[in-house]
């Protein structure tokens, strides 16, 4: 779309601080009306339109000033233009919605979708649209921050990224729809911690919603919708048909201060969350629905990331509902960018086929400091899992989960280190990783096929695991030995039945000796504003 042709119905304009209210008033006299682009209009009017528009977040603070004077007489003379030439498009109704929500950051400007020539009927490509929303908007993002509001409607849209000091807003009955023409989706390389991608050696499909580099990022709303429509990408990987590792439906890279609330995400192609490389993250109020028997459609995975506090969702997924990561093998370990200082809690999670919170299997640049609470797995193979292998290197260590309950697992507990998956043959075998100081403690589980399985590394036993006040109601048919250990070091108490061997009971006056950290990390000391605006738009 040229320059031209971008249609601001409604325009550019102020949006509010924290607690701050100000209304887009059609009555404004510094207000242009909307206006759409027509072959009949002069060009040099639509000029005229566009440069009125895109000063007026500025027009909101009067002055009298000369600059102002002179942009206020220009606005004039194209209202007398546009009286002219806009016809039936000026006596459109418009529709006021006012917002209330929690974020790090509040914002100065704000503009709906529709002011870009979006149409919300499901059908409409409105890729374009979005991506002139950014690159208008991001005119004004260092002047206090833009948010773009999408209102009800089915928006179908392919891959879009987003700009620093920027929200994406949908309202609770806005569904974007990811497209199925595969020439909106663009390619980018591997991750360099990765090498390769996960369906196919070369590059990736860019994620619906993405962005690198950037700084104060929001993707919020009042629990609107994402459906990635994924059995189409399903279906080519089931068939072997992708020569491109399947798109994600939100991604940030490289990126700082991020957040991802109160939202539902439905049938992603492949995982749904996926920050890397980043810090200061939050994930907040999100719903994940996929089908259990969906492939790799993990819930929230914080790869290669620093402070991050994921509370307060519910996940069913066909793959692990959070996944920790860092890279694999070699890749990983050159890489050398760990997950640390992680936050997980009140996460509710259905997983048939996999675990509630998942550590590995790409561990290669370090797991340390994670800390969850308050879970409940239903339905799940797993409840904790460590997955690593010999080539992955690295550690994972100083995992602390506490207040944990299960009904209905294959598992409670499970470490693997022989998890066989490797990007390619070249890792070296001599990069042993390192697991010590997990602490699981005060859970309780009904109805589980096997308490645990612990199989650590011959040579590179794992160390420093303590589980205590733990009670686990078997099923009637459950496993002959409910716990398997091999290759593992450490202690319990107060747990039941009782564990293996290498595990000893160490009896109750121990019931409290596996920590849970006292202190709290940055991500906690993270408040949230609340921003007030009112969206006037077509």
């Known amino acids: 779309m040229g320059r031209e042709e971008w249609t601001p119905q409604g325009g550019n304009h102020r949006g509010s601080t924290a607690r701050e209210e100000v209304e887009h008033n059609p009555t404004n006299p510094l207000r242009l009306p909307a206006y759409k682009y027509s072959p009949s209009v002069p060009s040099t009017l639509h000029?005229?339109?566009?440069?009125?528009?895109?000063?007026?977040p500025r027009l909101l603070q009067p002055?009298?000033?000369?600059?102002?004077?002179?942009?206020t007489s220009l606005l004039a003379v194209a209202f007398v233009l546009f009286s002219a030439y806009g016809g039936a498009e000026g006596r459109k109704v418009r529709r006021l919605d006012a917002l209330e929500y929690p974020a790090m950051s509040c914002r100065a400007h704000s503009a709906s979708l529709t002011d870009f020539g979006a149409v919300g009927d499901g059908q409409t490509s409105n890729t374009k649209a979005f991506k002139a929303a950014v690159d208008q908007l991001s005119r004004f993002a260092p002047d206090g921050g833009v948010q773009l509001y999408v209102p009800a409607g089915k928006w179908l849209t392919g891959s879009f990224s987003l700009v620093s000091h920027f929200t994406l807003y949908l309202h609770r009955d806005a569904v974007l729809l990811a497209s199925q023409d595969m020439t909106e989706w663009p390619v980018l390389t591997p991750l360099p911690s990765y090498g390769r991608g996960r369906d196919a050696a070369a590059g990736r499909y860019q994620s619906l919603i993405f962005g690198t580099n950037l700084t104060d990022v929001i993707v919020t709303g009042d629990n609107g919708t994402i459906d990635g429509q994924g059995a189409f990408w399903w279906q080519k990987f089931h068939g072997g048909k992708l020569k491109y590792t399947r798109p994600y439906l939100i991604e940030f890279m490289f990126t700082d201060t991020i957040q991802i609330s109160n939202l539902t995400l439905l049938n992603?192609?492949?995982?749904n969350v996926h920050p890397v490389y980043s810090s200061n993250i939050l994930v907040q109020g999100i719903t994940i629905l996929a089908p259990v028997k969906s492939p790799n459609t993990d819930g929230i995975n914080p790869d290669s990331c620093t402070n991050v506090r994921i509370e307060d969702c519910y996940i069913v997924s066909g793959d692990d509902c959070v996944a920790v990561k860092s890279g694999w093998d070699e890749y990983g370990i050159a890489f050398g960018m760990p997950t640390q200082q992680l936050v997980i809690r009140r996460l509710t999670c259905i997983s048939p086929y996999s675990a509630t919170i998942a550590l590995g299997s790409e561990m290669s640049g370090g797991i340390q400091d994670v800390r969850a609470e308050d879970i409940v797995a239903i339905n799940t193979e797993s409840g904790i899992r460590i997955k690593t292998a010999i080539g992955r290197g690295a550690y994972v260590k100083d995992i602390y989960v506490k207040r944990m309950?299960?009904?209905?697992?294959?598992?409670?507990?499970?470490?693997?280190?022989?998890?066989?998956?490797?990007?390619?043959?070249?890792?070296?075998?001599?990069a042993l990783p390192v697991i010590q100081n997990i602490?699981?403690?005060?859970?309780?589980?009904?109805?589980?096929s096997v308490a645990a399985r612990f199989d650590?590394?011959?040579?590179?036993?794992?160390?420093?695991?303590c589980i205590a006040n733990v009670t686990l109601g078997m099923t009637p048919k459950h496993k002959k030995y409910p716990w398997t250990c091999t290759d593992v070091q450490g202690m319990t108490s107060g747990v039941t039945p009782s564990p293996c061997d290498s595990l000893p009971d160490q009896g109750p006056e121990k019931i409290s000796a596996c920590d849970f950290p006292a202190d709290s990390l940055p991500i906690d000391e993270v408040k949230l504003k609340q921003c007030s605006y009112r969206i006037n738009y077509f």
């Open 47 to 56: 000029k005229t339109l566009q440069t009125a528009n895109c000063q007026l």
């Open 63 to 71: 002055s009298n000033s000369p600059r102002m004077m002179k942009i």
């Open 268 to 271: 992603s192609p492949s995982w």
């Open 439 to 448: 602490n699981y403690r005060d859970m309780v589980a009904e109805n589980v």
């Open 405 to 430: 309950t299960m009904h209905t697992m294959k598992w409670a507990f499970k470490m693997d280190g022989d998890y066989k998956s490797h990007p390619d043959t070249h890792y070296d075998p001599k």
């Open 456 to 465: 650590g590394i011959p040579g590179d036993t794992f160390t420093g695991i």
